[in-house]
């Protein structure tokens, strides 16, 4: 069974960095487009990036310009580089296939403060 196990979230200041990891076991990777998703509380979950097997990315519009996700295939690895993040950035973190067709993990909580 595919699981994904999402990292490296904590509390930062507005204006600040963090970079989360996402650790897949067997290949889907490789095999699959990736993308990290958030949800705030009282709010839905939503899709914040994508990165296809090819390596084509698409990031939401509120993220545009200071998120980055690339992949490291051979650690069966996604990461997200997130930077000059906002409060509005607040929420947990999942990492999944672009179509959600893993089990959710647990996420990584990220607190962006003002």
């Known amino acids: 069974q595919v699981q994904l196990v999402e990292s490296g979230g904590g509390l930062v200041q507005a204006g600040g960095s963090l970079r989360l990891s996402c650790a897949a076991s067997?290949?889907?990777?490789?095999?699959?487009?990736m993308a990290w998703f958030r949800q705030a509380p009282g709010n839905k979950r939503e899709l914040v990036a994508a990165?296809?097997?090819?390596?084509?990315?698409r990031y939401s519009d509120s993220v545009y310009g200071r998120f980055t996700i690339f992949l490291h295939s051979a650690k069966n690895t996604v990461y997200l580089e997130m930077s000059s993040l906002k409060p509005e950035d607040t929420a947990i973190y999942y990492c999944?296939?672009?179509?959600?067709?893993?089990?959710w993990g647990q996420g990584t909580q990220v607190t962006v403060s003002s």
């Open positions: 067997g290949s889907i990777i490789s095999r699959n487009a």
């Open positions: 990165v296809t097997t090819y390596g084509t990315t």
């Open positions: 999944n296939t672009l179509l959600g067709s893993i089990t």
